[in-house]
Structures are given as C-alpha cells and as structure tokens.
C-alpha cells in the first residue's frame, strides 16, 4: 500500500502555494451555500430530484430547479469519509486517499494519437487502450490509471464498458473510468466484482473509481446523476470534477468562478450522500479559464495551476480527498 507525501508539510522545508486566507475560503463557501439554497441547480433526471425531493429539498419540477438547504449540504460533506483507499488488481498498488496526500495519474481522454510506430496522427483503438494501460502500469510515479484515450473502434453506446475491459486487462492499479450511464456503469461494476470475487468484495476492495462532470453553470445532467446514484448504490469512490471556465461558463474571477465550481462539486456530493450516506467521494477539477481569443480552454496555463491550487485548497478545508488537473 502507497501513502505518499503530503503537499505543504515542512520536512526540512519545501513549497506550498495557498490562494485563499481561511476568511476568503469561508466566504466562498457561505457564497456557495447561497447559491445552492437561492438559485439552486438544474437536475434533468426524475430518479435525482425525486432524492433531492425526499431530503427537504425545494423543487421546480417544471424547471427542473432544485434548491438545496444549507444544512444538507454541510450533512453531506460530514459524512463523506476523509480516508479511504483505491485498491489494485495487485494489493502493491493499492493507494491511499485523504486530504493533502499528493499522487500522480494520467488524464482523460484523448480522442485522437500519434502512432508510436509509423507517426501516424489517428482515431485511438482499443488496443491503444491496453497498450496505454501496460505503459501505465510499468511507470512507478503513477499510482491510478485513467482512462486515456477512447476506443474509436467500440460501438458508441457502450464504449466505457470496451475501454474498461481493457484497463481491467492490462493494469493492476486502482483505475478511474468515466461512463455515460447506468448500464454501462452497472456492467463495467460487474466485471470489477468477478474480478475481485463478487460485490461485497468490491466494496471492501474497490478496484474501480467512477468520474462524472457536471455542465457549467450549475447543471447536473442526466447522465452524470444516474453515474452518481449507481456509483454510490454499489459503495464506490466517485469523483466529481466540475469543469467550468473562467469568462465564458462561469464568472471570470478566481473567486467567482470558485463559487460556481464548488457549488456544482457540493450538489454532486450531496446527491451522492442522499443515495448513500458515507459513500467514499473524491473532489474533483478540471477547471479554467477560457482563452478569450480562441473560445476554448487553457489548460496548462497559470490560471489552471492557480484554480487547481484554490481547488486542493477548498478540499482540505472539507477534509475530503481531492483531484486536480494538471497540464
């Protein structure tokens, strides 16, 4: 099992980058409550406001607004373990989780690559995937793996569940997939639980991490809560990983867009704990800026490494796990 450094602990001195002062990050979180409770988020899927419905919630069914108390959403980020643990294929590569603790994985997902052999700049294949996933595995700095490209190759409606058979493969790290359903959700599960020998130990070894992103600003789509829901039903991680860009979905502010993005991640976290309470979770972001010029976002950026900063930031704060973008 891997328990590594933590970022911003002194050993004989060493770095550390916080963007807020703690009255800063308590006024982003007051602001994200009043956000939540007075202008609250739209949630597509009937199953997703029907929770939120029976936990006190106030809910525009034609609108499909749902308006989240300030006490739920503290519960919720109360009862999401500070700790817990992603396991391998091989116990080795078992990784530990909690606030702080820094580690290393890929990102997802590429949708097209350069062949290592011939130069070739084309639609990645499921074998890609595997011989990503091999890479993966061999390299020590990584200690999860994500899906890394997609299997062009697949049929579309299941492709999660093609790219995930050939992560479960060809690598023994704890690994992060991203379905766009239930089904696919449940049958990628399915496959993890043969693996480790049925879905009691899956719980107690989960070899699987699920991740969804809500649509910014405030949008919780059908896909993502059904992915939230079955996720927290079977007792495995989540990460939800807003995705919001400074300037163009969310306010062109650090502090702003702060407050859209975590009030997207706490809506995620709150359904999640309303399905089941104490379900592992993990704060999640893929937030930046918009290049004003391109209309697309920046990524590898100042502006990135500062969000991603104020991101780990706010989670310690919750004592929860956090994951962050990089370049």
């Known amino acids: 099992m891997k328990r590594n450094l933590h970022a911003g602990h002194r050993r004989s001195g060493g770095f550390s980058l916080n963007v807020f002062t703690e009255a800063e990050m308590d006024s982003i979180h007051l602001a994200t409550l009043e956000v939540l409770e007075r202008t609250g988020v739209f949630v597509e899927a009937d199953e997703a406001i029907d929770i939120f419905t029976d936990a006190g919630c106030h809910v525009d069914r034609e609108r499909r607004v749902v308006k989240i108390p300030p006490h739920l959403v503290e519960d919720a980020i109360r009862s999401a373990p500070s700790r817990f643990t992603l396991c391998g294929r091989d116990?080795?590569?078992?990784?530990?989780?909690?606030?702080?603790?820094?580690?290393?994985?890929?990102?997802?997902?590429?949708?097209?690559?350069?062949?290592?052999?011939?130069?070739?700049?084309?639609?990645?294949?499921?074998?890609?995937?595997?011989?990503?996933?091999?890479?993966?595995?061999?390299?020590?700095?990584?200690?999860?793996?994500e899906i890394s490209v997609g299997a062009s190759d697949a049929p579309a409606e299941t492709i999660s569940v093609h790219n995930s058979e050939q992560q479960l493969l060809n690598t023994t790290k704890p690994i992060g997939i991203g379905p766009l359903s239930r089904m696919e959700s449940i049958a990628v599960f399915r496959m993890c639980a043969e693996i480790v020998g049925g879905e009691d130990a899956l719980r107690e070894r989960p070899i699987v991490y699920n991740g969804v992103c809500p649509v910014s600003p405030l949008k919780l789509p059908h896909e993502v809560t059904e992915v939230i829901i079955e996720t927290a039903r079977w007792g495995l991680p989540c990460n939800v990983l807003s995705m919001a860009m400074a300037g163009g979905s969310s306010p062109v502010t650090l502090a702003g867009t702060m407050v859209t993005h975590n009030a997207e991640v706490l809506a995620g976290i709150t359904l999640s704990q309303?399905?089941?309470?104490?379900?592992?979770?993990?704060?999640?972001?893929?937030?930046?800026?918009?290049?004003?010029?391109?209309?697309?976002?920046?990524?590898?950026?100042?502006?990135?490494?500062?969000?991603?900063?104020?991101?780990?930031?706010?989670?310690?704060?919750?004592?929860?796990?956090?994951f962050v973008a990089g370049l």
């Open 91 to 145: 116990p080795k590569n078992d990784f530990v989780m909690e606030p702080g603790r820094v580690a290393f994985t890929n990102f997802s997902e590429g949708i097209r690559l350069i062949d290592p052999f011939t130069g070739e700049y084309r639609d990645p294949t499921k074998k890609d995937i595997g011989d990503i996933a091999r890479l993966n595995d061999y390299l020590s700095e990584m200690d999860t793996h």
């Open 274 to 322: 309303l399905a089941e309470r104490g379900v592992p979770v993990i704060y999640g972001s893929s937030t930046t800026a918009m290049d004003l010029k391109l209309a697309a976002a920046s990524v590898g950026t100042p502006e990135l490494a500062m969000v991603s900063a104020a991101v780990a930031q706010m989670a310690r704060r919750y004592l929860l796990p956090s």
